[in-house]
């Protein structure tokens, strides 16, 4: 089964997005044909995948380190870096059969009811601190 026919935790049964009818669905099998043509699957746990995903985040702050407000790294690094990251959380997600989109929809939807606006608008406290309702505060 893959994981644009799995629900994630808390999806919307009417969900308006899946990977499949996004973008999403071309990189993923973009990267699977990549990764393939390297024998590079074998190297994929999610454990190594996760730990990647953190490293291609920390090259994104990396660019960053030592700079002042405002100023910016040159656009095509931070586009390189983005880049990484979302290859690779891309690669993870496929591994670990999560689609992305879904996933990514059921949170939006949780922190909809964590931060809901007329508490949380022009604010940047958490959400336990916006006085949520236990109803809004399930995980
Ligand atoms: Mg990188």
Redesign the pocket.
């Known amino acids: 089964m893959s994981g644009r026919d799995k629900e994630p935790p808390g999806a919307a049964p009417d969900r308006a997005y899946r990977d499949a009818e996004t973008p999403l669905a071309v990189l993923a099998e973009a990267l699977r044909g990549f990764n393939r043509d390297r024998d590079w699957e074998q190297f994929h746990t999610p454990k190594d995948l996760a730990m990647a995903l953190s490293?291609?985040a920390s090259?994104?702050l990396e660019l960053f380190l030592w700079r002042r407000d405002g100023d910016l790294p040159p656009a095509e690094r931070l586009a390189?870096?983005l880049g990484?990251?979302l290859i690779t959380l891309t690669n993870l997600a496929s591994r670990l059969d999560v689609d992305l989109m879904a996933a990514a929809e059921a949170k939006l939807a949780l922190n909809g009811r964590r931060y809901p606006v007329e508490r949380a608008r022009g604010s940047a406290k958490k959400y336990d601190a916006l006085g949520a309702t236990p109803e809004e505060d399930e995980r």
Request: proline share 0%; net charge negative; glycine share 0%.
């Open positions: 490293v291609e090259e994104l390189e870096e990484d990251v």
